[in-house]
């Protein structure tokens, strides 16, 4: 019998597709820094930024310092709107997500959260509207792991005294995530209400998983 409701973010509860994107190329241009110069130094800071050894700040500070034109105000305005494109996301919920999430708080589910994010993610996350929702929230810059470690699912199971088969887990399909919860003998399923086909969103229909086309389907697939 399923006990925990475990989500994704990105893609999953939010998107950053209906929102203006503040990703790499426009942080370049906003830096005044060819893309590609930029993109080269950015790219592969990614897995640091994600397990919390480098900040937000730390990493734009280094390319601007790297390009000769670091000043507290170019940073400021770049570190100010990748933060606000952040908050914008949650601006743009689909419609049945707070809905959805109340109706397994009030049937007695646990809700837990595993997200793989950077430093500006992570304090966007603990003060938006969905946080309070969350009984467990295991975020890859505060645990030092990101998925698909076993490891962070392990984690946020332990805390919520829950096996691997009590636990349904919801999700866009990034980052291996879905075959490691099946792996570890959770039920997985793919969340597919923001995907569209044709953009750039880098996760894809899964065959190999059953899809939720919209956030009721959690409350439908538990009968509730």
Not at 53 to 70: A, D, F, G, P
Not at 212 to 221: I, Q, R
Request: glycine share 4%.
């Amino acid at each position: 019998m399923t006990r925990a409701v475990i989500f994704d973010m990105f893609e999953t509860l939010i998107t950053h597709y209906q929102s203006p994107l503040y990703f790499g190329a426009q942080m370049a241009k906003d830096a005044g820094i060819p893309e590609d110069r930029f993109q080269s130094l950015w790219r592969p800071t990614e897995h640091n930024r994600c397990v919390g050894k480098v900040t937000l700040e730390e990493v734009l500070e280094m390319i601007l310092r790297e390009n000769q034109c670091y000043s507290e105000t170019v940073l400021k305005n770049l570190v100010e709107k990748r933060v606000q494109a952040k908050k914008e996301c949650f601006q743009h919920l689909h419609p049945e997500v707070i809905p959805m999430l109340s109706k397994l708080k009030e049937k007695g589910f646990f809700v837990g959260l595993i997200s793989n994010c950077f430093s500006e993610e992570a304090d966007v996350i603990r003060k938006s509207e969905l946080f309070p929702y969350f009984d467990a929230v295991y975020l890859s810059y505060e645990q030092g792991i990101q998925k698909p470690d076993e490891e962070i699912f392990e984690r946020c199971m332990e805390y919520l005294s829950v096996k691997a088969e009590a636990c349904l887990y919801v999700g866009d399909g990034g980052s291996f995530e879905l075959e490691t919860a099946k792996k570890l003998g959770m039920t997985a399923v793919q969340a597919v209400w923001y995907l569209k086909e044709g953009t750039t969103q880098p996760s894809k229909r899964k065959q190999d998983f059953f899809q939720f086309e919209t956030p009721f389907d959690v409350l439908k697939y538990l009968e509730i």
